[in-house]
């Protein structure tokens, strides 16, 4: 198993940044693809991003085009998520997520999931 942990997020003016991590522990890091998922009170979950084992290959939803960028680092056992140009419409608790074989877009797909960080973007 994969334990998951998010970090990096806060209170940002639109049009700022900022970058969330995701700290994996327990079995091979790299053995995973990974994603990022947001919900927004009252909405359903929404896929960010998503990336392959090996960090060659991503995927980005609607709301991370030209805007977020997904990367990950190895060897660090690291995954992470910059965002800039920040809108009011980006405030959600954001998730990562890993699955082993799954790499897309559906969140019950991914079987491991962090406990959320809150991003809050004011106008």
């Not at 419409?89 to 491991?112: I, K």
């Amino acid at each position: 198993q994969v334990q998951l942990v998010e970090s990096g997020g806060g209170l940002v003016q639109a049009g700022g940044s900022l970058r969330l991590s995701c700290a994996a522990s327990g079995r091979t890091f790299s053995s995973y693809h990974m994603a990022w998922f947001r919900q927004a009170p009252g909405k359903e979950r929404e896929f960010v991003a998503a990336i392959t084992r090996d960090g060659a290959t991503s995927d980005s939803g609607d709301p991370a085009k030209g805007r977020f960028t997904i990367s990950r680092d190895n060897t660090k056992n690291m995954m992470y998520l910059q965002m800039n140009s920040l809108k009011p419409e980006d405030t959600a608790v954001y998730y990562c997520a890993a699955d082993l074989w799954y790499m897309g877009r559906r969140s019950n797909e991914f079987n491991y999931w962090g406990q959320g960080t809150q991003v809050s973007v004011s106008s």
